[in-house]
Every structure is written in C-alpha cells, then in structure tokens.
C-alpha cells in the first residue's frame, strides 16, 4: 500500500518526536517511523540531564532555549514531565580541567548564563556529602535541570497524533529509494511516499543513509546506566567528575539515584548488552564522591548508545541530496538538545532559513574542533 506525505520522519527518539511535533503544528502532512516502541533507542535509555554549560555560544543559546521549552511542557502537554532545576556541578582534580572551566565560564557568562567557579569548600555547600578530596574547583550552574524522557515523548506523541500526524510503529524501514519523490518500504510492506525525509534515528541512522548512497561520519558506542533503589532525597545537582575513571550521576524526584560513567576504552558499534564491570565500577565512583551511597541498593542496569561525530557536535543539516535531512550524531546530548533542534529544524525543512546559528551542526564542516565539555 502506497501513502503520500509531505515529510516522513524516520526515529521515534526525541529529535524525530519534536521535529515532527512542529512539522505538525505548520499543518503539514507528516507520518514518523520507528523501528521498534517511541523511545526504544537512546533517548529511552538515557539519564534525562538538561544543562547549559557548554563551551561554544551557539551551542549555550540552543540549550538556553531548550531550558525554557521543557519548562513549559507541563503546561503545553497537560501533564507533568518531572522537569526539575536541581543544577549541574562539573568536578574537576587538575589544573588542566580548572582551566577550563574558567574559559568556559568566561564564555557562559557572557551569554546570561547563571554559572560559577567554586572553591573546594563552596562545592561542599552545594553537596553536603560529597567527599572533596582532590577536587580543586567545581562549575556550578543551578539553572540546570533534569526532566524525564517517557513523559516527554508521550507528550509530543499525543499532539502528534492529535494534529494529523501518522506514526508507523514496529516498523523498520528497510528500503529507501528517491526518484521524483522520497520511497520508504516498510518491513510491513507499507510504501511511504514524501518529497521530504529526514533521518534521526540516532545510532541507525549511519545504516539508513548508506541505503541511499550517503556515508556519514557517525560512530555508535555503547554506553550503560544503573538506577538505585528510592531513599530520601539529600542533594539537588547532576554530579559529574571529569577524571578518567570518573562518573556522572544525580537523584530523581522519586528519590532514585541513576548514573552512568563514559568507559575507556569505548565500545564501538551498538550493543545493548551489559557488562560485568560496570555495576562495580559505577558503585566504586559513586561512593568514592558520596560515600553515603555505598548504602543504596542497585535495581538495575542497561545498555543504549551514543552516536558519535569526530568533534563531538550533532550533525542537524539538509544532506547533498535534495530533500534529505539528518538530524544525528547527538554524542550523549540528544535528549537535552531535543525540543529547540526539532524546532528549529522543522522551521529549516519548512523555509530553508535557520531560525538561530547552526553552522556548528553543519554536514559539510570540517569536524576540526571539538566540544570540551562532552
């Protein structure tokens, strides 16, 4: 069976949910895919950490900008969404990284954002029962937030849904072809037609492009998480300790401790199997910075995926062939940046104008420089 859209979108992670979210509102004609269950990728299997410390201005504005959209999801969707600013505090035990921390915060600064440097001492007023040993300053910023992603996209699924919008659901795509229009064969033998496509299917999304000729430098690795058990709630920020073997963690509203840390060396490719270190690692780092945490009891852990870029920014363009969008390549920040690129890049599928500075999203840049604070 053949159905005509104006644009398919292909990814029911957060990037495809909101770019066909605002397609929807604009009244176009819009069908989304998804392989497997909305949020089955890596926006489902990620820690839900909204921050604004980065380290380039446009990438500060964008998150700026997703600061206020899921602020006001609550409200837009009719439900809550957990959204939460309990702050970020990046940890650093060298000069190297406390240098760092002061360009940035230089940077930060200048673009309105409510960021500091803390001294040792004033990192322990923050966290109460973080163990400061070795730790020379932190970046606090208390504006940064957390939210949960299931209700998130639940969110977008319904107003989706309610404005027109046709999701195609346990249904790979496993052909894509482009005469006069778009063609996507689905596994259920669905033929979807559109003059416009984009690709965000996070770590699948390299696999789907190669169908139609296009190589894109996208690098999926594996990364895990683990959730405690609910005890009461004593700190308010995401911790994250930037040293080698170090992790990033913080307590949910329900009282949950849920944490991950980047290993090394990665594992590339996408895998969503668990490892037999993680688990005594994770408890290792966590109740090495907060020793009370030796007393919480693991639930569970998982698997999902990164997708990686050579600089650690997102690719969010049109590709060279007309018509085709990508919007991948999130490098851990895919759930964070979500809300503000789906709407920017409906805005761009719409006009082919940027409605704010992309260009370090940029398909055809050189991937010469690299986000610091990944």
């Known amino acids: 069976m053949s159905k005509t859209y104006d644009v398919v979108v292909v990814g029911g992670g957060i990037i495809g949910m909101a770019t066909a979210y605002y397609l929807c509102r604009e009244n176009i004609k819009v069908a989304l895919v998804e392989r497997k269950h909305i949020g089955s990728g890596s926006t489902g299997r990620c820690i839900g950490g909204i921050r604004q410390q980065f380290s380039t201005p446009a990438a500060i504005r964008l998150m700026q900008e997703n600061i206020r959209l899921f602020s006001q999801m609550e409200e837009e969707f009719n439900q809550s969404v957990e959204f939460h600013q309990g702050g970020y505090l990046f940890l650093a035990h060298n000069q190297e990284m406390v240098e760092v921390f ?18 040792p001492e004033e990192v322990k007023e923050v966290v109460p029962h973080l163990n400061i040993e070795g730790v020379l300053a932190g970046a606090y910023c208390p504006d940064d937030a ?14 989706i849904e309610a404005r027109g919008g046709e999701l195609f659901i346990a249904n ?20 979807l037609e559109a003059s416009k496509i984009l690709l965000s299917a996070g770590p699948w999304t390299g696999e789907l492009a190669k169908i139609i000729g296009l190589d894109l430098p996208l690098y999926p690795e594996r990364h895990e ?11 308010e920020p995401m911790v994250v300790d930037y040293r080698p073997d170090g992790c990033y963690f913080h307590q949910l509203m329900s009282g949950q401790i849920i ?15 668990v490892s037999f270190e993680f688990l005594p690692q994770v408890a290792w780092r966590m109740s090495r910075l907060i020793p009370e945490l030796k007393k919480a009891a693991f639930l569970r852990n998982w698997s999902g995926s990164y997708t990686m870029t050579p600089d650690g920014n997102p690719i969010v363009d049109q590709s060279e062939i007309e018509g085709l969008y990508i919007a991948s390549g999130m490098s851990g920040h895919g759930f964070m940046f979500g809300p503000a690129i789906g709407k920017h890049l409906a805005h761009f599928m719409l006009s082919g104008q940027w409605g704010a500075d992309f260009s370090e999203f940029s398909i055809k840049r050189e991937f010469k420089s690299k986000e610091n604070m990944k």
């Open 172 to 191: 790979p795509v496993i052909d894509i072809k482009k005469e006069k229009h778009f063609q996507l064969t689905l596994a259920d033998g669905n033929l």
């Open 102 to 119: 002061k360009k940035n915060i230089k940077i930060q600064n200048k673009e309105k954002v409510n960021v500091s440097l803390l001294s």
């Open 146 to 159: 957390q939210a949960f992603p299931f209700p998130v996209l639940e969110g977008y699924r319904e107003n």
């Open 225 to 235: 998480a683990v959730i405690t058990e609910r005890i009461p709630k004593f700190f």
């Open 259 to 273: 944490a991950c840390y980047t290993p090394v060396p990665n594992v590339p490719g996408i895998h969503e199997n």
